[in-house]
């Protein structure tokens, strides 16, 4: 009798104190969330933290020495030229589709530069931001050309290789649903994984944005044997993606990637940056994205020379563009949607001012 | 009579240090949980089971469940928990066979069948789980044919898949179901009488010959008829696809196949130990009786066998079923792939999804060991 009230006392007088703990420990945390912004932490490191992909060519890939290169890592060096004022202190994260929000809520990773599709739900639902568009994509097939295809309205009944974890897998399921074909959906985690299938026989078609088709297909034994269909089958912008919450950090990554698209508008390239900022005759506008004129560095927190680190050390996007997708390059992209807007694209960098 | 401050009585002090533990454990837990919502609260992640509800909008390449792309989050669950059981238990089922198999080959008195059976075992058992997974798969991609090859009337296959006839079941079937027992139920009756003949007359009947020509002809007969049992659809080539016929993924083939093969190495070693464990008198008083040997294996070291090879092989078939989360490797759809993958992509509810996910394979975990123990209690030793 007497064990029994002891324990009902020490117990209720426990409870007591764990409720008094808990809902303390749950205000207090509030505050301290916030005590480190992303752009402290990245300086205090002194190393950018960039989310890629595992290797795709053309976007982000390392090449031969083991640098990693393409549009996107191209994104990652400026936003390190920007904050840290040099474009190489970045530590590349490799990311399959399936980790990468993962490792972008949890902070393993400061900006997620991976050929990533904006929509509402990502932009909303994941606690996550898109910083804007640096490439404008659409998805397509790549079929066999022994096969006969010309539409992908004739794939009906077809095995389909795709990547586990992204929205190509949603597309695809919505087009066929649409059209009332049936399917089968071989997933994969990774691209390289998705080709392979494709190339030993256990799909008969591969889909994923049109770009990376072009970059897969370049990596076939015999590419000639297979053809990327011309329809485009959904709208994939791709661009950086960042924590929702820290609007400075937000600002820099947005506005990085604006300065590599205006440095194309402007004509500022990296081998004429220097002449540029050195020659006062130039338009007010080249003066303000270079920095001698106005204060636009310093009200991203950053220096006033922050865009002429990007362009001087990256490039503009269109010189960007040439070296890892364009005509020039494996996967031989035109430029398309993604030229300047007033070439008949869409990259409209918002005015620097 | 003494009276102790209750601070110092034995009783109230064991007490009070058990329960202050356990409540600070609790208290921890709960901290922890809160903080972490109220962090994910403050970020804009979604929190909360209510996706499961939702639309998911992909394929699933096999389920055994209706599912298509207008089915819930909730149903994407169940169709990767069904594939990663059914993927288990092909696995288990071949693992315990060539488990047993290689286990008595390796006490065996033939020289070549001990030597290739160690060299079995010390081969699969020694390549990570992963690769083998790997090569298994390849394997199947690269020797089967490239495009549809009708191996038996009416059964094809190819790299994609082996597609069989669509069957449905008449009501003539459960006639033959009927008789089925009835069959069952008469050679149990007839070896019954057949015994007690025995012992009151000496004479011996032919059982076992009564009972296989019973057996045989039944399945001639239900061989015979399975067109009134059964309608089969047959497979119409289309241009892809079959448009009608079941078909089964190589990915399921070679998951299960790698997984039984890896894990029976461990099973065989349980089995050999298990039969050397039982007393070399046993064997050898058996053999005085003028048993034979197979006789003895069923009846005498086998049994006893049991009681040590049980508790290694329950642990073995946990460990296949965790392993079988190595599916997403080659693309076949277990839970992990569809959900703890897939759906987790797709929601980016990691908390959730990842609890849900540890949940069930703990649970799928505590279920085989409870059968598992339930058998060990019957098998064990019996103290007089």
């Given at each position: 009798m007497?064990n029994k009230?002891?324990?009902?006392l020490?117990?209720?007088?426990l409870?007591?104190?764990?409720?008094?703990?808990?809902?303390?420990?749950?205000?207090?945390?509030?505050?301290?969330?916030q005590?480190?912004?992303t752009?402290?932490?990245?300086?205090?490191?002194?190393?950018?933290?960039?989310?890629?992909?595992?290797?795709?060519?053309?976007?982000?890939?390392?090449?031969?020495?083991g640098?990693?290169?393409g549009?996107?890592?191209?994104v990652?060096?400026?936003?390190?030229?920007?904050?840290?004022?040099?474009?190489?202190?970045?530590?590349?994260v490799?990311?399959?589709?399936?980790?990468?929000?993962?490792?972008?809520?949890?902070?393993?990773?400061?900006v997620?530069?991976?050929?990533?599709?904006?929509t509402?739900?990502?932009?909303?639902?994941?606690?996550?931001?898109f910083?804007?568009?640096?490439?404008?994509?659409?998805?397509g097939?790549?079929?066999?050309?022994?096969?006969?295809?010309?539409?992908g309205?004739?794939?009906d009944?077809?095995?389909?290789c795709?990547?586990?974890?992204?929205?190509?897998?949603?597309?695809l399921?919505?087009?066929?649903?649409?059209?009332g074909?049936?399917?089968?959906?071989?997933?994969?985690?990774?691209?390289?994984?998705?080709?392979q299938?494709?190339?030993?026989?256990?799909?008969?078609?591969?889909?994923s944005?049109?770009?990376?088709?072009?970059?897969?297909?370049?990596?076939?034994?015999?590419?000639?044997?297979?053809?990327?269909?011309t329809?485009?089958?959904?709208?994939?912008?791709?661009?950086p993606?960042?924590?929702q919450?820290d609007d400075?950090?937000?600002?820099i990554v947005k506005?990085?990637?604006?300065?590599?698209?205006?440095?194309?508008?402007?004509?500022?390239?990296s081998?004429?940056?220097?002449?540029?900022?050195?020659?006062?005759?130039q338009?007010?506008?080249t003066?303000?994205?270079?920095?001698?004129?106005?204060?636009?560095?310093?009200?991203?927190?950053?220096?006033?020379?922050?865009?002429?680190?990007?362009i001087?050390?990256?490039?503009?996007?269109?010189?960007?563009y040439?070296?890892?997708?364009?005509?020039?390059?494996?996967?031989?992209?035109?430029?398309?949607?993604?030229?300047?807007?007033?070439?008949?694209?869409?990259?409209?960098?918002?005015?620097?001012? | 009579?003494?009276?102790v401050?209750?601070?110092?009585?034995?009783?109230?002090?064991?007490?009070?240090?058990?329960?202050?533990?356990?409540?600070s454990?609790?208290a921890?837990?709960?901290?922890?949980?809160?903080?972490?919502?109220?962090?994910?609260?403050?970020?804009?992640?979604?929190?909360?089971?209510?996706?499961?509800?939702?639309?998911?909008?992909?394929g699933?390449?096999?389920?055994?469940?209706?599912y298509?792309?207008?089915?819930?989050?909730?149903?994407t669950?169940?169709?990767?928990?069904?594939n990663?059981?059914?993927?288990?238990?092909?696995?288990?089922?071949?693992?315990?066979?060539?488990?047993?198999?290689?286990?008595?080959?390796?006490?065996?008195?033939?020289w070549l069948?001990?030597?290739?059976?160690?060299?079995?075992?010390?081969?699969f058992?020694?390549?990570?789980?992963?690769?083998?997974?790997?090569?298994?798969?390849?394997?199947?991609?690269?020797?089967?044919?490239p495009?549809?090859l009708?191996?038996?009337?009416?059964?094809?296959?190819?790299?994609?898949q082996?597609?069989?006839?669509?069957?449905?079941?008449?009501?003539?079937?459960?006639?033959?179901?009927?008789?089925?027992?009835?069959?069952?139920?008469?050679?149990?009756?007839?070896?019954?009488?057949a015994?007690?003949?025995l012992?009151?007359?000496?004479?011996?009947?032919?059982?076992?010959?009564?009972?296989?020509?019973l057996?045989?002809?039944?399945?001639v007969?239900?061989?015979?008829?399975?067109?009134?049992?059964?309608?089969?659809?047959?497979?119409?080539?289309?241009?892809?696809?079959?448009?009608?016929?079941i078909?089964?993924?190589?990915?399921?083939?070679?998951?299960?196949?790698?997984?039984?093969v890896?894990?029976?190495?461990?099973?065989?070693e349980?089995?050999?130990?298990?039969i050397?464990?039982?007393d070399?008198?046993?064997?050898?008083?058996?053999?005085a009786?003028g048993?034979?040997?197979?006789?003895?294996?069923?009846?005498?070291?086998?049994?006893?066998?049991?009681?040590?090879?049980?508790?290694?092989t329950?642990n073995q078939?946990?460990?296949?079923?965790?392993?079988?989360?190595?599916?997403?490797?080659?693309?076949?759809?277990?839970?992990?792939?569809?959900?703890?993958g897939?759906?987790?992509?797709?929601?980016?509810?990691?908390?959730?999804?990842?609890?849900?996910?540890?949940?069930?394979?703990?649970?799928?975990s505590?279920?085989?060991?409870?059968?598992?123990?339930?058998?060990?209690?019957?098998?064990?030793?019996?103290?007089?």
């Open positions: 007497i009230i002891l324990t009902l020490v117990c209720s007088s409870l007591f104190f764990l409720i008094a703990c808990g809902g303390q420990g749950s205000s207090s945390e509030g505050d301290g969330g005590a480190t912004s752009l402290d932490s990245v300086r205090e490191r002194g190393d950018l933290l960039c989310g890629v992909s595992t290797g795709l060519p053309g976007f982000s890939a390392p090449d031969s020495d640098n990693w290169t549009l996107d890592v191209d990652c060096r400026a936003i390190a030229a920007a904050v840290l004022g040099d474009a190489e202190r970045v530590k590349y490799p990311l399959t589709a399936k980790e990468r929000f993962t490792a972008l809520q949890s902070g393993e990773i400061d997620l530069s991976r050929n990533t599709t904006w509402e739900t990502r932009d909303t639902s994941l606690g996550l931001n910083a804007g568009v640096n490439y404008y994509d659409g998805q097939f790549l079929v066999k050309k022994n096969l006969n295809v010309s539409e309205k004739e794939l009944g077809a095995s389909v795709i990547q586990a974890g992204t929205t190509t897998e949603l597309n399921a919505d087009f066929f649903r649409f059209n074909l049936s399917y089968k959906s071989v997933t994969f985690d990774t691209s390289d994984q998705t080709q299938g494709f190339e030993e026989g256990r799909c008969d078609v591969l889909t944005d049109r770009s990376q088709l072009a970059a897969l297909r370049s990596k076939l034994a015999d590419p000639d044997s297979a053809e990327v269909l329809e485009v089958i959904s709208k994939e912008p791709l661009g993606v960042v924590r919450g400075d950090w937000f600002n506005w990085s990637l604006f300065a590599l698209i205006e440095a194309e508008e402007q004509g500022v390239t081998s004429n940056v220097d002449s540029k900022k050195n020659d006062t005759s338009s007010p506008g003066k303000r994205l270079l920095g001698t004129e106005g204060d636009l560095g310093q009200n991203l927190k950053l220096d006033n020379d922050w865009a002429y680190n990007i001087s050390q990256v490039g503009n996007y269109g010189e960007s040439e070296r890892n997708v364009g005509p020039n390059t494996p996967l031989g992209l035109a430029r398309g949607l993604n030229a300047l807007w007033n070439n008949g694209g869409l990259m409209y960098p918002m005015p620097f001012r | 009579m003494v009276v401050k209750f601070y110092n009585n034995s009783k109230f002090r064991r007490i009070f240090f058990q329960v202050f533990i356990l409540v454990f609790i921890l837990i709960v901290f922890i949980v809160n903080n972490m919502f109220a962090n994910m609260e403050k970020r804009g992640i979604n929190t909360g089971f209510r996706f499961l509800t939702s639309e998911s909008g992909f699933i390449l096999q389920s055994l469940i209706q298509d792309e207008t089915s819930s989050y909730g149903r669950f169940f169709v990767g928990l069904l990663t059981i059914l993927v288990s238990f092909l696995g288990i089922v071949l693992a315990t066979f060539l488990g047993f198999f290689i286990g008595i080959s390796r006490l065996s008195s033939n069948l001990r030597k290739l059976t160690t060299v079995y075992i010390e081969t058992r020694n390549i990570p789980i992963l690769l083998q997974i790997l090569l298994w798969n390849t394997l199947f991609r690269r020797l089967l044919p495009s549809d009708e191996i038996l009337p009416n059964i094809y296959i190819s790299r994609e082996l597609t069989i006839p669509e069957i449905t079941i008449n009501p003539f079937f459960y006639v033959m179901l009927v008789v089925f027992f009835l069959l069952i139920g008469f050679i149990f009756f007839y070896k019954k009488r015994e007690k003949k012992f009151i007359t000496g004479e011996g009947s032919p059982v076992f010959l009564v009972a296989s020509v057996v045989v002809g039944y399945f007969v239900f061989i015979a008829l399975r067109n009134v049992s059964f309608n089969f659809v047959d497979p119409i080539p289309g241009r892809f696809d079959f448009e009608t016929g078909s089964i993924i190589p990915e399921l083939f070679s998951l299960s196949i790698a997984l039984g890896y894990t029976a190495t461990y099973i065989s349980a089995v050999r130990s298990g050397e464990s039982v070399k008198g046993q064997r050898e008083a058996a053999v009786l048993l034979r040997k197979s006789t003895i294996m069923k009846t005498i070291t086998i049994p006893q066998a049991m009681r040590v090879i049980i508790p290694p329950t078939y946990l460990n296949l079923t965790k392993n079988s989360s190595l599916a997403t490797a080659i693309g076949y759809p277990d839970l992990v792939s569809v959900f703890a897939t759906t987790l992509n797709q929601v980016g509810q990691a908390v959730e999804i990842m609890l849900m996910t540890m949940a069930v394979y703990l649970l799928i505590l279920f085989i060991s409870l059968i598992l123990n339930i058998y060990n209690k019957k098998s064990k030793i019996v103290e007089r």
